[in-house]
């Protein structure tokens, strides 16, 4: 018997890869056809989306989703890799901002506004992911783009200072930090980082990982998560048996002739048939007419 298909989440630990959790996922279910959405390195803990069976074509538009994390941050140094586990580049001679100071600079970056991504990072420039380059101790010159902080709220625990943002994909917190520190005059580095949402996707509904060892195959997939909790915010279509044949055959078909489909060129449906969600449709724009074809099918 084949294993569903669907979503599990998996709260990582500090410590470990990405790529350790499902290691553990493929030997416990048995199913090779496992993958996660959103790499966290192994300082950072927290909601790891791990897509099985079907369920992995769906990464891609995981990605998109914006994400939400809480960490903290150490003014008065700078490291190479703008987190406390780089080497440090300087330090802060004298008293360090208070925490109003800091409240404010924090604040200033909510928004959309534009980030370097750092050198110790996954993204590829010309093939080769720059993290690698920096290891080689080659650092080239990298594009500002643009991210949006939705929220960025700081807080005080015990003399250590944090911070929960809510952002869109592709922001670094670590260089959200760094900026931070760089604004204040003092430096700072990401001294520890959590993500706590992916999407719709919550820490509070995920598997500790620890746990797995002590759990059976049942236990584990009654954590699944339909695939089209996704995409519950793209609306919902069911096609005529004759249009959804031609819609599977991969055929372009005419809006105006579908039932419930309205929208603009790159707009997004759920499609449905008697056995539930199948797969994603999109209106694309042909010579100023607008068709319906299957951009993505989940089975």
Known sequence: ?????????????????????????????????????????????GVLPIMIGSAVKASEYLVDHDKRYFAGIELGITSTTEDILGEILTEHIGVLPDFNEFSKAAKSFEGEIMQTPPMYSALKVGGVKLVD????????????????IYSCEPSQVDGEYFLDVRCSRGTYIRTLCA?????????????????????????????????????SVSEILSHLIPTEKMFMHLPEVRLDDFFDRLYRQGQKIRTGKLKGIFGESGDLYRVYDENGFYSLGEITEIDGKKYFYQKKSFR
């Open 179 to 215: 900026d931070i520190g760089n604004k204040l005059g003092c430096g700072a580095v990401m001294s520890s980082l959590c993500r706590t949402e992916v999407g719709v996707f919550k820490r509070e509904d995920a598997i500790p990982f620890d746990n797995l060892n002590d759990m």
């Open 1 to 45: 018997m084949s294993t569903p298909s669907g979503i599990i989440v998996i709260d990582k630990p500090i410590g470990i890869t990405s790529h350790n959790c499902i290691s553990k996922l493929r030997w416990l279910l048995k199913e090779k056809k496992i993958g996660h959405c959103g790499t966290l390195d192994p300082m950072a803990s």
């Open 133 to 148: 380059l920096a290891r080689e101790g080659v650092t080239i010159e990298r594009k500002a783009r643009k991210v949006n």
